[in-house]
């Protein structure tokens, strides 16, 4: 840790690196591993690989910020539940998803706690802020699945396949996988998928399954726009930002595509003067619309509300009757701890009970005290966020337009992780666990830095 002289002379300890050669490494390490997105996907080592890089980041931990200690204990939590668990009846397979789970908690923790000391860092011998080079990755990463997205879609619709896949290059060579490695495995491009009442060809994006893909695209958009804004590339900025949502849509994830529409709303706190400058100028034209064509606007929310809630109505069936089979299992068996696992049921398809929501999943697997944790981690970040951006736009004068906008664009990642999360399990994607750290690291350590302005 640097030392740090305040005015009175005395010294006092910082969470900040100091700035050497293995800093230096692990910098690199993560903005390669970005840019490296669509090769360990292709390659299906995205799995070893980023431990690799959480094992190598664990090296240079600094003191944890509340998050960090919230992560650290629900991961011993839910490893104790699973150790009850095993004792009563051991069963292989679950114990090692579970296992494996706990394991990206530990991660996700590493993580944020590298993307803390990221914000302060000194500036190296080049002049450039670490935090640049992440941002710079990102960027290319976008532009990575960008290109993607094109290529796969276009050849798709001109082949007429309705399923395009292929095994990875190293674990799809290995036979037969368990549980999440088999996912690593094998890489779906494009498959059939039943939405709005029609088949349509769905794609999966670089990530383990299309969620993860689209909240991928939401991370590196917001860190490649950062990127652009801070050498005050407006107008790529701009152009990036109206590609996000046209990129969103194959994938079919309307939890994160209706996330990413409402986290629109926090550009209007810091650009150009803020939110009453944008109700002034906008409050008439909302007014004079809603009063000409407000019973067809009515009539239209409620076609579209059908719409989306009729959307894939058999994942959503799925989805919500393991989530109450869940909850009645951990009711019956063991309330406090829960189940240690997600169980299995083979009439629900090959999904475990309790998954697809992070709040269901850690109170299948840790019961009362499980879930009370993640609850306390999930406030934290959304306090954080919100806190945060108060004081960016109530401190605005004190904030050069980048910064504002840099921290704008952070929180409106998190929001949309943080909706994410209801639906989605925090603790299986490792790419998604190695993103989100780094931005919520990021975000937390300038928000500390802000109280201080």
Request: aromatic share 12%; net charge positive.
């Amino acid at each position: 840790m640097a030392a740090i002289g305040d005015t009175r002379g005395n010294v006092r300890r910082s969470a900040g690196p100091i700035v050497t050669d293995a800093w230096a490494l692990q910098c690199f390490l993560i903005a390669a591993t970005i840019v490296m997105l669509p090769v360990n996907w292709a390659l299906g080592t995205d799995l070893p690989w980023v431990y690799l890089v959480g094992v190598v980041l664990a090296f240079g931990m600094v003191r944890f910020a509340l998050p960090e200690w919230q992560l650290l204990s629900l991961a011993a939590a839910l490893a104790f539940s699973l150790f009850l668990a095993m004792m009563t009846h051991f069963q292989g397979e679950r114990a090692f998803g579970a296992a494996y789970n706990i394991s990206v908690l530990l991660l996700l923790l590493v993580f944020i706690n590298f993307g803390r000391q990221l914000d302060h860092a000194p500036r190296n011998h080049r002049g450039i802020w670490p935090k640049d080079t992440i941002y710079g990755a990102a960027l290319i990463a976008y532009i990575s699945y960008v290109v993607f997205m094109v290529v796969t879609m276009g050849y798709s619709a001109v082949s007429g396949q309705s399923r395009i896949y292929f095994y990875s290059l190293i674990l799809g060579n290995l036979g037969q996988l368990p549980g999440i490695l088999g996912t690593y495995a094998l890489n779906i491009v494009v498959e059939s998928d039943w939405i709005n009442g029609g088949v349509v060809s769905r794609n999966h994006g670089m990530g383990v399954y299309a969620t993860e893909s689209a909240i991928q695209v939401v991370m590196l958009g917001a860190m490649g726009a950062i990127y652009l804004i801070r050498r005050r590339m407006f107008m790529w900025a701009i152009l990036l930002e109206l590609s996000i949502l046209p990129m969103l849509l194959p994938f079919g994830s309307r939890t994160t595509s209706l996330a990413y529409v409402a986290s629109l709303a926090f550009l209007a706190v810091v650009w150009r003067g803020g939110v009453m400058l944008g109700v002034i100028l906008l409050g008439p034209l909302v007014l004079a619309v809603v009063a000409l064509f407000g019973p067809d606007l009515v009539d239209l929310f409620q076609a579209s509300a059908q719409s989306v809630a009729e959307s894939r109505a058999g994942s959503t069936a799925t989805r919500l009757e393991t989530y109450a089979l869940a909850i009645r299992m951990v009711l019956d068996q063991n309330l406090i701890f829960g189940l240690g696992i997600k169980p299995v049921d083979v009439s629900l398809a090959e999904i475990p009970i309790g998954s697809h929501s992070s709040m269901v999943s850690t109170f299948t697997r840790g019961g009362l005290i499980g879930l009370g944790l993640f609850l306390a981690f999930y406030l934290t970040v959304a306090v954080r966020m919100i806190v945060v951006q108060v004081a960016a736009f109530t401190r605005s004068a004190r904030l050069t337009n980048e910064s504002r906008l840099e921290l704008v664009f952070l929180a409106r990642a998190i929001f949309v992780i943080l909706i994410w999360y209801l639906t989605e399990d925090l603790d299986v994607p490792l790419y998604h666990t190695l993103l989100s750290g780094v931005i919520i690291g990021i975000f937390w350590n300038m928000g500390e830095r802000l109280r201080r302005i």
